[in-house]
């Protein structure tokens, strides 16, 4: 079992940036992949981005891709999204998720996850 518990979301006007936790509990932390979906209003969960269990590799989706970035520091249990050059369309609640198997793009390829932290973006 992996609780997962977010932080760092908030009111940011367009241009600027956040900061992303998730702090994760259990011991087999440091050996499981995870990933950052959001959802906003009336729209799917889609993915943002996934780290592998020793950070060598790291995905992300092509909207966000060179302002997000996705980190993870093992001795903490924590996984990190930093947002940067936010967006009026990066409006979501973001969450994140524990990975068990499959490609990381998928939210079926996750089975832990936490309940999610608003990010709102002013134009």
């Known amino acids: 079992q992996v609780q997962l518990v977010e932080s760092g979301g908030g009111l940011v006007q367009a241009g600027g940036s956040l900061r992303l936790s998730c702090l994760a509990s259990?011991?087999?932390?440091?050996?499981?992949?995870m990933g950052w979906f959001r959802q906003a209003p009336g729209k799917e969960r889609e993915f943002v981005a996934a780290?592998?269990?020793?950070?060598?590799?790291?995905f992300y989706a092509d909207s966000v891709k060179g302002r997000f970035t996705i980190s993870r520091d093992n001795a903490k249990n924590t996984v990190y999204l930093q947002m940067n050059s936010l967006k009026p369309e990066d409006t979501a609640v973001y969450s994140c998720?524990?990975?068990?198997?499959?490609?990381?793009?998928?939210?079926?390829?996750?089975?832990?996850w936490g309940q999610g932290t608003q990010v709102t973006v002013s134009s």
């Open positions: 998720a524990a990975h068990w198997g499959g490609n990381y793009y998928s939210t079926t390829s996750y089975n832990f």
């Open positions: 259990g011991r087999t932390f440091s050996s499981v992949a």
């Open positions: 780290i592998g269990w020793s950070a060598g590799r790291t």
